[in-house]
């Protein structure tokens, strides 16, 4: 079975400052691929970043970066120059191989951008 | 493009009642997937659609729910005699393909609510 695991139930972070979103995760399966979703108030799951097992280089989508740690069996998403409208919750998800069809999630973290 | 559209946005019912709740996928996405998301918490697998056939409903969570998906595009999440413990955020996503790195795009789900 897989597990994520996100510590932090909230985040807070002043605009325009860097902020680290952990995710741990637990799978047997030597392939799969992590994904970090945002959802506004509005309810809306939006895909921000993917990582795969096997890449060797941390993933980057513009502010968002993913730190792969995959001994420690982490995939921290980083933000960089926060802004207002990244006040959200933000899930850590994975898929494997072995069964290709579901997503896992994480809890979830609510991060909250003060100005 | 138009992305995942889910409908109704909302829907009221009381106990024993019977629901549908429709997704209409990406054009051209072949997979189709449902998730069940709880007020506080990271959204649950119900069951994948690959074309028409159900590839894995392991996250129905019992025989009131079912699914389908006729034509392989537009799906109907269907729950009989429906109980207070059933009221969520319904998600539906689509994908191209399946894979551990096919990114699942989320529609913006129905909030269920049983009275």
């Known amino acids: 079975a897989q597990k994520i695991t996100q510590t932090q139930p909230g985040m807070f972070v002043q605009e325009k400052e860097a902020v680290t979103l952990d995710c741990t995760y637990d799978t047997s399966d030597p392939s799969y691929g992590l994904f970090w979703y945002k959802q506004p108030s509005s309810g809306e799951m939006i895909f921000l970043i993917y990582q795969g097992s096997y890449d060797q280089q941390n993933a980057t989508e513009g502010r968002y970066s993913l730190n792969f740690q995959k001994a420690r069996k982490s995939a921290n998403l980083v933000i960089s120059a926060s802004q207002l409208g990244d006040s959200a919750m933000y899930f850590c998800?994975?898929?494997?191989?072995?069964?290709?069809?579901?997503?896992?999630f994480g809890q979830g973290t609510i991060l909250t951008v003060h100005p | 493009g138009a992305g995942v559209s889910q409908t109704p946005s909302n829907k009221v019912t009381e106990k024993g009642k019977y629901v549908e709740l429709r997704c209409d996928p990406i054009s051209g996405h072949t997979a189709l997937y449902w998730y069940r998301q709880s007020l506080g918490q990271g959204p649950e697998f119900l069951i994948y659609?690959?074309?028409?056939?159900?590839?894995?409903d392991s996250g129905l969570p019992n025989d009131r729910f079912f699914a389908v998906r006729p034509e392989g595009s537009v799906s109907t999440l269907k729950i009989q005699r429906t109980e207070r413990g059933d009221s969520a955020v319904y998600l539906c996503?689509?994908?191209?393909?399946?894979?551990?790195?096919?990114?699942?795009?989320f529609g913006p789900g129905t909030r269920l609510l049983v009275l």
């Open positions: 998800a994975m898929r494997v191989v072995s069964s290709y069809g579901k997503l896992t």
């Open positions: 996503a689509s994908s191209l393909i399946s894979g551990e790195q096919e990114t699942q795009y």
């Open positions: 659609f690959q074309g028409t056939g159900a590839a894995d």
